[in-house]
């Protein structure tokens, strides 16, 4: 198909999804990407065209929009308003984090439940789309305001989900703390232990490797892009942004491989330490982060090191870059420098964190780009795995599910290469995991019949 009927295709296609779900740009974006990949095997593939797949898999089954009220330390009443997108279940209950930040709304949500269908295809475990959340900002809050906000929230939430149903995570804002006071406030109002939530602590039905599966996952995925170039991490300069859960683990496991981690980030600024962040000083910032809940420009202060206020880490040389932080942090800009300063791989923590004018620069510059959907699809594999462990009411091993989630992320890339691969050679990432997540998708909700 050439590009000017692509094109052509693609804006028809747009505009009706555009007039139904108006000013929800991010899920625009998401869609948008994917149908330019899906458009040209559709049109090779009629039987996805006739059962107008591609148009029902744009349709959340299921929104649901509440009320969450709680009340603050000073007793004073606060409303926040809570979502659950239950976006696609044709491969099995649906499946989704959990996004706790004042950013969320119905678009971003969207947008994150619309990308989960195609991940969790991509991770071949039985998982459904899905995603929440809310637009409580747990920064600066009491653990008891996040616990009595975490309580309002999954009474609501309750009515909904279900370990054969739907199954939330965590995501940005969403850690073992919330994920704790939701699973007691469930149990409580149900009278059940279930393997309803993933992320949960190790003593209560939580797995082993599920806080580092995100950032290892995004991890292993490079160590694969990179190898198909005959090139390893030992040795590799590599810029992450964040400094929360995926950015952490990210940081270990490049380590780990002998790569040198020399940027991390929070929303107000990026450090630079030249000499690399090794495991004492990650131990630092797991501390500062996930205990102290204090601000990254500390470890500038703390180390002697560059701390740059309101700007993003593209800026300093490195080979790889890892976006682990959020939507639409690198721009076009961004890309150019990274690929300008020699960076020739970028594996994204997070979600759709690279623009579409930036997504088309690399691909352009036909670096090593693997996108969100499958270089963080190890975070939902994981918890894929805790739901598993949670059905046969075993635990297993660290090292059992490490083996596992490296083993998927092995196989995610051998998907992407299958579907994405062109005729010079150069892997389309985008194309791979677009066409790869969508097959086993479309043959399920064929086979389903009206659904
Ligand atoms: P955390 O809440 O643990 O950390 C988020 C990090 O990103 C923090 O450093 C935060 O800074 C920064 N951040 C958040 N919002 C913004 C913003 N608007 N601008 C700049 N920085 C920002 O979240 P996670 O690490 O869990 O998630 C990070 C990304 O990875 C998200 O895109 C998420 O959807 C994705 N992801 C997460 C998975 C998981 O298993 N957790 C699985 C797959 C994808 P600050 O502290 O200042 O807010």
């Known amino acids: 198909m050439n590009k000017e009927v692509l094109d052509q295709k693609v804006n028809d296609f747009m505009a009706k999804v555009i007039a139904k779900n108006p000013s929800?740009?991010?899920?625009?974006?998401?869609?948008?990407?994917?149908?330019?990949?899906?458009?040209?095997?559709?049109?090779e593939h009629p039987k996805y065209k006739d059962g107008k797949v591609l148009e029902r898999i744009c349709e959340p089954e299921r929104v649901l929009m509440f009320r969450v009220p709680w009340l603050d330390d000073k007793g004073e009443f606060q409303v926040n308003r809570g979502f659950r997108i239950e976006m696609n279940s044709a491969i099995g209950p649906y499946k989704g984090g959990l996004r706790l930040h004042p950013t969320v709304n119905l678009g971003?949500?969207?947008?994150?439940?619309?990308?989960?269908i195609f991940?969790?295809?991509?991770?071949?475990?039985?998982?459904?789309?899905?995603k929440g959340g809310s637009d409580f900002d747990p920064k600066g809050k009491s653990d008891n305001e996040v616990m009595k906000f975490c309580q309002s929230f999954m009474t609501e939430l309750q009515r909904h989900i279900g370990p054969d149903t739907d199954v939330p995570?965590?995501?940005?804002?969403?850690?073992?703390?919330?994920?704790?006071?939701?699973?007691?406030?469930?149990?409580?109002l149900r009278n059940e232990f279930t393997g309803v939530l993933t992320g949960k602590g190790l003593e209560w039905g939580g797995s082993l490797i599920r806080p580092e599966a995100t950032g290892?996952?995004?991890?292993y995925f490079a160590k694969e892009m990179l190898a198909t170039r005959g090139l390893e991490i030992e040795g590799k300069t590599v810029v992450i942004s964040g400094s929360g859960n995926v950015s952490q683990y990210a940081c270990e496991r490049v380590t780990m491989y002998g790569g040198k981690v020399v940027t991390m980030s929070d929303s107000n600024g990026f450090i630079y330490d030249p000499n690399g962040i090794d495991a004492e000083k990650l131990a630092y910032i797991m501390n500062l982060k996930n205990v102290k809940r204090g601000r990254i420009s500390d470890?500038?202060?703390?180390?002697?090191?560059?701390?740059?206020?309101?700007?993003t880490p593209w800026g300093v040389k490195c080979d790889i870059a890892m976006p682990c932080a959020t939507q639409n942090e690198l721009n076009e800009a961004d890309a150019k420098v990274l690929v300008a300063n020699g960076c020739y791989c970028v594996s994204e923590g997070a979600n759709?964190?690279?623009?579409?004018e930036a997504?088309?620069?690399?691909?352009?510059?036909?670096?090593?780009?693997?996108?969100?959907?499958?270089?963080?699809?190890?975070?939902?594999?994981?918890?894929?795995?805790?739901?598993?462990?949670?059905?046969?009411?075993?635990?297993?091993?660290?090292?059992?599910?490490?083996?596992?989630?490296?083993?998927?992320?092995?196989?995610?890339?051998?998907?992407?290469?299958?579907?994405?691969?062109e005729e010079d050679g150069f892997i389309n990432y985008v194309k791979g995991a677009n066409i790869g997540g969508f097959v086993k998708i479309a043959d399920s909700m064929l086979a389903q019949g009206l659904v």
């Open 169 to 188: 995570a965590g995501d940005i804002g969403v850690g073992g703390r919330e994920i704790g006071f939701m699973f007691g406030q469930y149990k409580r």
């Open 119 to 130: 991940k969790n295809s991509l991770t071949t475990l039985p998982m459904g789309g899905g």
């Open 359 to 421: 997504v088309e620069y690399f691909l352009e510059k036909k670096i090593l780009y693997g996108l969100g959907k499958a270089a963080n699809a190890g975070g939902v594999a994981t918890s894929g795995l805790e739901m598993s462990q949670n059905s046969l009411r075993l635990s297993w091993t660290r090292e059992e599910v490490d083996q596992r989630l490296h083993q998927i992320m092995i196989d995610i890339h051998k998907t992407c290469v299958k579907f994405g691969k």
């Open 24 to 43: 929800e740009v991010e899920f625009h974006q998401a869609v948008k990407e994917v149908v330019e990949s899906l458009i040209p095997y559709i049109e």
């Open 299 to 311: 470890y500038a202060t703390k180390y002697g090191v560059e701390y740059h206020e309101g700007k």
């Open 352 to 356: 759709m964190p690279s623009t579409p």
């Open 216 to 219: 290892y996952g995004a991890t």
């Open 108 to 116: 971003v949500l969207k947008f994150l439940a619309f990308e989960q």
